[in-house]
T-cell receptor, first 111, second 117 residues
């Protein structure tokens, strides 16, 4: 079993829709949770960074962490074609430990 | 946010040659940098952790004699792929940890696409 599971997609939604992206994980020791966006042939870009459980909002993006269920989510409101990319969830045990990535979900926003 | 650059952005080489990839943190000092490899439609796989002034730590299954890492300064780490073969063709991405940030964030470079003929 992988430490971090993420549906690879592809996920295609119409412009303006709310997008929900999710990951599950197996190790309860993870404390830090991230979401990265990666455009084709580019490096990942950090979107959201959360410590422990709870919600965090930044513009159109909301990250949720439910440690009791070992489940994290990223919501994108009012989705735009420019949001089309691969979204990677990631997590780590401490601020100094290596990052464990999910496999990424390919998202396409249809105009 | 902080900026990490990589050079070159892409390189094509013949089998058996060596290729050097540079990773620089442009506006912060990074005592730790990381090298990842990403195959098409797959996630990032950590290859090694590079610490300034000391030897790199390699992940299981990564040949340290084939993938040479040098972290000579607080803003520069290099990855040299020695005697490259077609199976080494991949997207190589570095990241740098900003230990001066409140969240100890890692920032990623734009990646280097290596094609070995």
């Amino acid at each position: 079993q992988k430490e971090v599971e993420q549906d690879p997609g592809p996920l295609s939604v119409p412009e303006g829709a709310i997008v929900s992206l999710n990951c599950t994980y197996s190790n309860s020791a993870f404390q830090y949770f991230m979401w990265y966006r990666q455009y084709s042939r580019k490096g990942p870009e950090l979107l959201m960074y959360t410590y422990s459980s709870g919600n965090k909002e930044d513009g159109r993006f909301t990250a949720q962490v439910d440690k009791s269920s070992k489940y994290i989510s990223l919501f994108i409101r009012d989705s735009q074609p420019s949001d089309s990319a691969t979204y990677l969830c990631a997590m780590r045990y401490s601020s100094a430990s290596k990052i464990i990535f999910g496999s990424g979900t390919r998202l396409s926003i249809r105009p | 946010g902080a900026v990490v650059s990589q050079h070159p952005s892409w390189v094509i080489c013949k089998s058996g040659t060596s290729v050097k990839i540079e990773c620089r943190s442009l506006d912060f000092q990074a005592t730790t940098m990381f090298w990842y490899r990403q195959f098409p439609k797959q996630s990032l796989m950590l290859m090694a952790t590079s610490n300034e002034g000391s030897k790199a730590t390699y992940e299981q299954g990564v040949e340290k004699d084939k993938f040479l890492i040098n972290h000579a300064s607080l803003t520069l780490s290099t990855l040299t792929v020695t005697s490259a073969h077609p199976e080494d063709s991949s997207f190589y991405i570095c990241s740098a940890r900003d230990s001066g940030s409140a969240t100890d964030t890692q920032y990623f470079g734009p990646g280097t696409r290596l094609t070995v003929l």
